[in-house]
């Protein structure tokens, strides 16, 4: 059967309503919400999207939480990175120096 929706794919649905941009935009965002992702548990591409933010492995069953239309967002990611301790974000570093430096000075006399 000959593709129907080949450049506007989920999109189509809305046929000329809301604008080009808009309804790339949602094609773009609803291919990576409907694909199948990799499970970070068992490591099979059967990860699909429960709800809002809620994916599950349809191999494994784990069920877990992550980014709204996609299982790991990049702000996801480094919020990861930062709880691991890999990175120290700039804020924080700052308010840990002054804190020293307190404690010290306060230690001295
Ligand atoms: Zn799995």
Do not use: D
């Not at 965002?29 to 970070?40: L, S, T, W």
């Not at 691991?84 to 700039?90: I, L, W």
């Not at 700052?94 to 306060?106: Q, T």
């Amino acid at each position: 059967m000959a593709k129907r929706t080949k450049k506007v794919g989920s999109a189509g649905r809305f046929q000329a309503r809301y604008g080009v941009r808009a309804r790339t935009r949602v094609r773009n965002v609803e291919i990576q919400q409907k694909a199948k992702h990799i499970c970070p548990s068992c490591g099979h591409k059967r990860v699909k999207r429960a709800g809002t933010s809620i994916w599950q492995c349809k191999k494994c069953g784990i069920k877990f939480a992550g980014g709204a239309y996609i299982p790991k967002t990049e702000v996801g990611l480094n919020v990861e990175k930062i709880l691991r301790g890999e990175v120290v974000p700039e804020p924080i570093m700052k308010e840990k120096v002054e804190g020293e430096k307190a404690e010290e000075s306060g230690e001295e006399p």
